[in-house]
């Protein structure tokens, strides 16, 4: 959405401009100056607003910049531990614990407007009426501007810190944990549809009027601690492991595809090289060996612009309709080496699909086809182990809805799963009995209790670019490989779900950001083959990849992707 504006000439920043046309925001990643951690965010004639929880500053913020000024001088220890942010008209709303706030902007002195018996997150105006979230409550509640008596309250769609705003007959809200936008109905608080933030711990969010809800772009704020090496010349050990506070602004741009059934979020060209470095550790002779490497594949949230070839050349070949790389060695001697795989460039884009168990409900059978491929034991599952049947049964109860099914497996799973690296995937009855799991051994999990309740699904992988959006062109090496798995809906399609990131607190509630959805850092391959294996002359000689070779993996963000649909509507322009 294109705003209209008036000149941005700025030097100094003056407060609160007099226009009342909106000014356009430029589409960037906006660090406010002085800024510590931003928990709230609002427009003003275009203009953005923030507050900064720390210092209690009330911040008027020049987005081309990143200028700022602030407004609340003679009041910002009123504003200390204030979340959420609001304006409407002249007002000033915002809360502080159990309380919420008003003032103007003449004085910025707050004043109390009501008081709800648990902490509020989140605040926001439309008109007559006042929107005030409450993570420790669990809802949203409804109040009269007027009287700030209680209308009524609607179901907080997640189980995070959530911020508000308001935009005519819809409610949005960012999710702290979840790392998620949500779209509500303002009449009734029903879900309409929610989409992945491309950094985690969205704390603010700002909504132009007439944001449409098919393409368009709201604004969030995020704030977290960042760890770091600080260099202290003064200390014995000058290199220390401590923290910082990271806070910025950044648009969310989203496409929400009502018909597909799923939405689209910020995107950013990759560059993702994977490449094998051969050094035995013994001295070995094979023959006539074949090195199979899985490619990128197109999917709805990524797309494969171009391959290449590093080291070697290598032919392609398909394997159940996954694209293989194929590298031949006619003989490879005794500490030999070389270095070969590939390079690619994709597109990729956070994905959220908008399923709800009511849709599923009448889902046709599964098809034998699929039955006598995934329902099976083919990758040491321990199907036939007594307690990993006996689990399975126990993880759906007497459920009967497919969403509702995986879901409870998951959850099942993350209930008797802490995350820890192990040397080697152990099967899943292991596994079970012994309470800790890698990513690999919560896949085998899922997979089992999927497949003996009938519910088809896939492995997934294999690597995550490191989540850092906003170092562009910068080298970055993840530290582990990662899988997760995708379950089938008849009649629907392959779904995601992670396999274990959302395992983060003891006990549950667990977030469902990565339930049905991926971040733009997944890059998709090896769906359901093997990703990497190898065939050679000598059948009875017994050789694993990790004795031959060291792999190398990288990524480099080349840059962030205009909105969806930006590019062919430039194209169509032009012709």
């Known amino acids: 959405m294109q705003l209209e504006s008036h000149p941005l000439k700025r030097t100094p920043l003056s407060p609160v401009p007099s226009s009342s046309s909106e000014s356009t925001v430029p589409s960037r990643l906006i660090r406010p100056i002085g800024a510590y951690a931003l928990h709230g965010l609002a427009f003003k004639q275009g203009d953005l607003f923030a507050l900064d929880v720390i210092r209690g500053y009330l911040l008027q913020i020049d987005p081309t910049t990143d200028n700022t000024i602030i407004l609340n001088t003679r009041h910002s220890e009123q504003y200390q531990d204030a979340t959420g942010l609001a304006i409407w008209g002249d007002g000033i709303w915002f809360a502080r614990g159990h309380e919420i706030y008003t003032c103007s902007f003449q004085d910025f002195a707050p004043v109390p407007f009501t008081t709800l018996p648990y902490d509020v997150d989140g605040v926001a105006v439309w008109e007559s009426t006042v929107y005030a979230a409450s993570k420790k409550a669990g809802y949203i509640f409804i109040l009269d501007r007027d009287t700030g008596r209680r209308i009524t309250k ?204 009511r849709m599923v409900e009448d889902a046709p059978p599964l098809s034998p086809e699929f039955q006598q491929r995934y329902l099976v034991d083919d990758d040491q599952l321990a199907m036939d182990a007594p307690n990993i049947q006996a689990a399975a049964q126990q993880a759906v109860g007497s459920e009967t809805n497919l969403l509702r099914q995986v879901l409870s497996i998951r959850n099942y799973v993350y209930d008797r799963l802490s995350y820890g690296i192990r040397p080697q995937i152990d099967t899943p009855d292991v596994v079970l009995e012994r309470g800790v799991g890698s990513c690999g051994e919560y896949v085998g999990l899922l997979l089992a209790f999927c497949r003996l309740n009938g519910i088809a699904c896939r492995t997934v992988g294999r690597y995550k670019c490191p989540p850092r959006a906003d170092q562009i062109g910068v080298l970055l090496e993840p530290d582990f490989n990662h899988v997760w798995l995708e379950f089938y809906i008849p009649g629907y399609g392959w779904l995601p779900m992670e396999s274990n990131v959302d395992d983060v607190m003891e006990g549950g509630p667990y977030p469902t950001r990565f339930f049905m959805g991926l971040p733009w850092y997944h890059v998709e391959m090896a769906k359901g083959v093997p990703f990497e294996r190898i065939k050679k002359a000598e059948q009875d000689l017994e050789v694993k990849i990790g004795e031959l070779a060291i792999n190398h993996v990288r990524f480099k963000i080349l840059a962030e992707l205009p909105p969806v649909g930006r590019n062919q509507a430039e194209s169509d322009a032009t012709a």
């Open 154 to 357: 609607f179901p907080l769609p997640g189980i995070g810190m959530e911020n508000i705003a308001v935009d005519g007959e819809r409610l949005w809200l960012c999710d702290q944990l979840e790392q998620t936008v949500y779209c509500l109905d303002r009449a009734t608080g029903a879900l309409l549809f929610s989409v992945l933030t491309p950094f985690a711990s969205p704390t603010g969010i700002a909504v132009h009027p007439n944001t449409s809800m098919e393409s368009d772009t709201v604004w969030l704020a995020y704030a977290y601690e960042e760890p770091y090496i600080r260099d202290d010349p003064n200390s014995d050990d000058p290199h220390q492991l401590t923290f910082r506070d990271r806070t910025f602004i950044h648009p969310l741009h989203f496409h929400y595809d009502a018909e597909k059934g799923y939405a689209l979020s910020n995107g950013y060209l990759l560059e993702m090289s994977y490449v094998e470095e051969i050094s035995p550790l013994d001295a070995l002779q094979l023959h006539q060996l074949e090195w199979r490497i899985a490619l990128p594949t197109d999917t709805q949230r990524q797309t494969v612009k171009h391959i290449e070839p590093i080291g070697r050349p290598f032919t392609e070949e398909l394997m159940d309709g996954q694209r293989i790389a194929l590298f031949k060695f006619d003989t490879l001697n005794p500490h030999e080496t070389h270095i070969f795989g590939w390079k690619a460039q994709l597109e990729v884009r956070g994905i959220k699909y908008q399923l709800t168990p």
